[in-house]
């Protein structure tokens, strides 16, 4: 009968740990999302903003994806992932996303130049580009 005693306080301790555990599980799931909620939302482009920019820049009826309307929605992304990370300088993975587009921006103008001069210069005009 003695070893009861010792039965019941461990099990009684068991039951403490495993609510505890349970609380803290809660409560971390909980906070995940609350930070999920309140993250900041990354800028993305509107479709009727990205629609207007390919009727602008587009060099025929059907076209989405030369170079210059490429060059134009990169732009226009990196200028509103610009103002995101004027807000929330430690958004380091944003950021890299940021350098991605630049670059990629920066390799279709070069193509450009290569292919069109004068459509590049009018594109850089246009953009306020370098």
């Known amino acids: 009968m003695a070893n009861d005693g010792r039965i019941l306080t461990i099990r009684h301790s068991l039951a403490t740990v495993a609510a505890s555990f ?15 909620e309140y993250a900041p939302k990354l800028p993305m482009l509107d479709p009727k903003k990205k629609q207007k920019l390919i009727e602008k820049y587009r060099t025929h009826e059907s ?22 990370l004027r807000e929330h300088k430690k958004d380091f993975s944003s950021r ?18 290569r292919e069109d001069a004068k459509e590049a210069e009018k594109i850089k005009k246009d953009l306020d580009l370098k």
């Open 63 to 84: 076209d989405t994806g030369s170079p210059q309307v490429q060059i134009a929605l990169l732009t226009e992304e990196i200028k509103l992932l610009t103002s995101h």
């Open 96 to 113: 890299r996303g940021l350098i991605k587009k630049v670059n990629e921006r920066r390799r279709l103008l070069r193509y450009l130049e």
């Open 22 to 36: 349970l609380v803290c599980v809660s409560l971390a799931c909980g906070l995940s999302a609350l930070a999920r």
